[in-house]
């Protein structure tokens, strides 16, 4: 099953300063919902093992994700898979944007697209969905506070 999100959010720091912590292992990990271990395997891998509940079903993904097109401090695109065992799997890419929004501000733009496959695809478009913006929500606002803490 296919899914498609955008959106975009003001963060109260600079270009330089979101553009740092998009890079930054900790700041990531703290942010991304259910993240139990996030690791920078070089400059542009990543492995992580995320637990997430998607309804009834609770899995532990463990993936891996490459940062290409990077475009320093304007953006790049992340593409990655990850396996939840019975649960299924996920795979599928974002194209980050930033662009400076005056008075210390910066503008983030994501588009995404992702595949689902497994358990994961009986539970239904609407409710993969609901869960995915939840998640991609508290992202942000954990993010948020990530940067304009310092």
């Not at 959106?7 to 942010?31: H, I, Y």
């Not at 992340?78 to 019975?86: A, K, S, Y």
């Not at 913006?133 to 992202?139: C, G, I, Q, V």
Request: one cysteine or more.
């Amino acid at each position: 099953m296919a899914m498609t999100m955008n959106g975009e959010v003001t963060l109260p720091a600079s270009l330089d300063a979101v553009w740092a912590a998009l890079n930054d292992p900790e700041v990531l990990k703290a942010c991304i919902p259910g993240c139990e271990q996030l690791n920078k395997d070089d400059e542009t891998h990543f492995s992580a093992v995320v637990k997430v509940k998607l309804g009834p079903v609770k899995a532990s993904f463990k993936g891996k994700v490459e940062l290409v097109d990077l475009d320093p401090p304007n953006g790049y695109r992340i593409q990655g898979e990850g396996e939840g065992g019975i649960a299924g799997f996920a795979k599928g890419g974002a194209k980050v944007a930033l662009s400076d929004a005056g008075e210390g501000q910066t503008l983030l733009r994501y588009d995404v697209e992702a595949q689902v496959g497994g358990k994961l695809m009986q539970l239904g478009s609407r409710l993969i969905d609901s869960v995915s913006k939840k998640l991609a929500d508290e992202f942000f606002a954990n993010f948020a506070k990530a940067v304009s803490a310092g």
